[in-house]
Each structure stands twice: as C-alpha cells, then as structure tokens.
C-alpha cells in the first residue's frame, strides 16, 4: 500500500474526473509518469512528520484532520505505532498538505473494514469536488465502482482499456470473474433471467423485481 503523487504532466489522466486504475503502480512507471514516494522515519511521530519542527500544531493540519475524519490524538504517536489503517490516512494527509493535484491510491482500501472503506469513498468523492484528479489503483472493482468516471486496465505496462466501467462490464476482459454478483448474474442468465450486467446490488435487486412481474 502506498500513496503517491504524480510530480510531472500526466496528460493520460489530465482531467477532472476520478480516473480508477485496475493495474499495478508499475505500470505507471512503465509509462514513463512520474510517481514519486514519500520519505520518513518510523521512529518520528505523526506531529514531526506532518508539522516539521513547529512547536504548535498548524491551523492547516487540524482542518486537515477534521476533512479526512481522524483523531488529533495521533499526531502523538510515533509512525511504527500506528494501526495499519490509521497510518495509511497519515500518508494521505501527508500528501494533501503538499498540495498534489494528482494523487495516486495504491491499493489503499486493500483490508480496510467496511466503515473505513466508507469513509474512503467520501473523502475522495470530495477529493474530486475539490479539483484533485484521483488514480486508484485497485483490484476490487465492485469499491472502483463507488467512485470512478472512467476505468483504465494495464497489462505490464499496456492500457487494454479505457472507457466507462459500465461499458468494461460488457467486454470479454476477465477482470470480474472473480465477483460474485457478476457470478450471480451469469448463471442466472445461463437460465433464462436476462438480467442486465451490473456492479450495483441495489440496481440488481430492482433489474430481478422488474424481471418477474
């Protein structure tokens, strides 16, 4: 898990929209984007990593608290003491503090619970009102599904495709074999239920109502 910036012009994802990635970051790489990475210490606390030096704590980083939903109380623990989870949204503060427009999630909801994932999805939908372009790197499609415009899929470093993720729902890129509402409806249409392909449990409950009366 990482999260990372975009310092050149990436012109491929130069828009407004959250771009989602189904991929891997060196994939990115190979493109030739320029992902860098962010430098600390595991024994400097969460205060001396985001504030510097400063003996208070900056306006700037209090509202960046209260915007990404954390506790104040972190800013006392040291990086190697924080929960898997709770670093992963310092590292995100981290990265918003410095402005980036471009901001790549490297599998950061991988083992995240259902809360936090919640949580996630908020703050990039915001993320995207805010003018930031967002890359998610992801291989839960059903999670990209909540937050991305557009879906690009890379093999070793080669895009395979790029449109909406409603229209890869119909293309043969097996990138859903794996989830079980896409299971759910390929067997049911095997037996004649002609439902609609979909990500959207709520829009599938309604496709099987509609199919039966």
């Given at each position: ?31 030739g984007l320029g992902v860098c990475g962010i430098v600390y210490n595991d024994s400097w606390s969460v205060k001396r990593f985001l504030n510097g030096y ?125 989830i079980e509402i896409m299971k759910f409806i390929k067997l049911a249409n095997k037996k004649g239920a002609r439902l609609d392909y979909t990500l959207d ?13």
């Open positions: 898990m990482e999260i990372v910036y975009l310092d050149k012009n990436a012109t491929l994802f130069k828009d407004d929209n959250v771009t989602g990635v189904y991929g891997d970051i060196l994939d990115l790489v190979k493109m400063g003996f208070r704590v900056s306006k700037r980083i209090i509202a960046m608290f209260k915007y990404l939903e954390m506790d104040l109380e972190l800013l006392k623990y040291r990086i190697d003491e924080l929960s898997k989870t709770d670093f992963r949204f310092v590292l995100l503060a981290k990265v918003l503090l410095m402005n980036k427009t471009i901001i790549v999630f490297d599998y950061f909801d991988y083992g995240l619970t259902y809360k936090d994932q919640k949580r996630l999805i908020h703050i990039i939908r915001n993320l995207k009102k805010d003018g930031k372009t967002i890359i998610v790197i992801s291989k839960d499609v059903v999670f990209m599904n909540q937050i991305v415009d557009d879906v690009i899929v890379l093999n070793d470093g080669d895009i395979v495709y790029n449109g909406s993720i409603n229209e890869l729902l119909n293309e043969s890129i097996d990138v859903f074999d794996d449990a709520k829009e599938l409950l309604k496709d099987i109502y509609r199919s039966v009366y």
